[in-house]
DNA sequence: GTAATAGTGTCTTTTAGACACTATAGC
DNA sequence: GCTATAGTGTCTAAAAGACACTATTAC
């Protein structure tokens, strides 16, 4: 099925991209693994992550928050991006570079929208155009900023037990840990504090609520040398 | 000195960007200062940072690559992506979403071309577009991956003393370092080997050299958390 | 009571910072 | 010899991991 390609001229004359497109990994913890979020595609089984073309005298970030409601009805809590994707070739429809996203959302998330399912992010199904790749740099820069930084912010509902946030961290890092250092160490970042609130779910002494201190991306204390004398 | 705006319009019949451009942020040290390469506009006193339009059936880092070679005459060992920037308005001729990549260089580097020079990364005087914001990002890039990746390995010749090395860390930290532990910890990252060789300049003993073990983009032992039992 | 989950205290291991000391060059 | 730079060894401080112990709930 080979389409005709889109192609266009800028009024100087040269060769200019077809269109500019956005799209985005919405990421979230279910079943203790990380999955990514996909819709179908128009007129083939193939499935692709949300995205869509950025319109004129719009910021790509707008547009990429507004196709993800339209094609999932969802609204992610966190979003920052990933990168752009223009190599030739990436898109069979003609030049049509792309910025791709990473959003975060709550575990347990529901998607209204039915065309919309979660696949296993590390081990994805194929998927259309270069999406795989997209996929792939979004879980690399999860991994890589968890521990400096409330990425998670986007992952946990706005109050959350420790025990609830060391699911999510086990999940992305793909490691155990130990109940009482994880909360140790995530207390001493400095990104979370208490919201003096408790919750009981189930048998078991109730859980003490934390909130983070700053739903805005930041840095935690990280690790960054001291000075020399 | 309104222009007329350029503009395009794909097969389709929607508004299209009206080019794809790239931006390279060089970054190198002199004087113990972290600095980038910045051209001389066309008709114009304003600085830019380098780059250029991506062509079609080009990749945007080949374009990266071959403009700053045109530009200034360098080839930078060391090349990563910064992101996207594509907010309306950043340039004045039209709808023009940029590329930005960082590069790196050795502390040497002489610019053949003339009308290049190299401003404070830190400090920089106005730049046009939103070229003082890509430059923010890419020192933030810089900063943040310094201890955790080979980065360095752009702005250190092949073979390099111990001190040479913590000079450039420290002018991109903006600290001090304990010459002892810089050098047991630079070590310990599995990042760079001892050549066998030795190099004396001026006065005092002669320095080992040593060279990185890859000199593609790598990850250092970095921090990651040990898995409880 | 038992099972289940939450939380505290503390010992050990690892890593980072400070700094005294030795080594080798030019003068 | 003196000064300058390079490199080693080791003490201390801080962070991370392990794990025993206590606390509070449902049943």
Redesign the interface.
């Known amino acids: 099925m080979e389409r005709?390609r889109?192609?266009?001229?800028?009024?100087?004359g040269?060769?200019?991209?077809?269109?500019?497109a956005t799209d985005v990994v919405v990421l979230t913890v279910r079943d203790e693994r990380l999955v990514a979020l996909t819709v179908a595609r128009d007129g083939g089984d193939e499935r692709a992550l949300p995205g869509g073309?950025?319109?004129?005298?719009?910021?790509?970030l707008e547009t990429a928050l507004r196709k993800l409601h339209e094609k999932t009805g969802l609204d992610a809590p966190y979003v920052e991006?990933?990168?752009?994707f223009?190599?030739?070739g990436r898109d069979p429809r003609?030049?049509i570079?792309s910025?791709a996203y990473l959003a975060l959302v709550p575990p347990d998330t529901r998607v209204p929208d039915a065309s919309a399912c979660w696949i296993d992010a590390r081990n994805p199904q194929a998927l259309a155009f270069d999406h795989e790749e997209v996929l792939a740099a979004a879980v690399e820069r999860l991994e890589g900023k968890l521990?400096w930084s409330n990425v998670t912010v986007g992952m946990l509902p706005g109050a959350f037990a420790l025990s609830e946030a060391r699911r999510v961290y086990e999940a992305i890092?793909q490691?155990?840990?130990?109940p009482a250092?994880f909360g140790r160490?995530l207390k001493s970042t400095g990104l979370i504090e208490p919201t003096g609130e408790q919750r009981t779910a189930g048998p078991g002494r109730p859980a003490a609520m934390y909130r983070f201190t700053s739903d805005r991306p930041a840095w935690g204390a990280g690790?960054?040398?001291r000075?020399?004398?």
């Open positions: 005709v889109w192609s266009a001229t800028n009024s100087e040269y060769e200019a991209p077809a269109a500019l073309f950025v319109g004129a005298g719009e910021r790509p991006q990933l990168g752009a223009a190599d030739p003609g030049w570079p910025i521990w890092a490691a155990r840990y130990d250092t160490d690790r960054r040398k000075i020399a004398a």
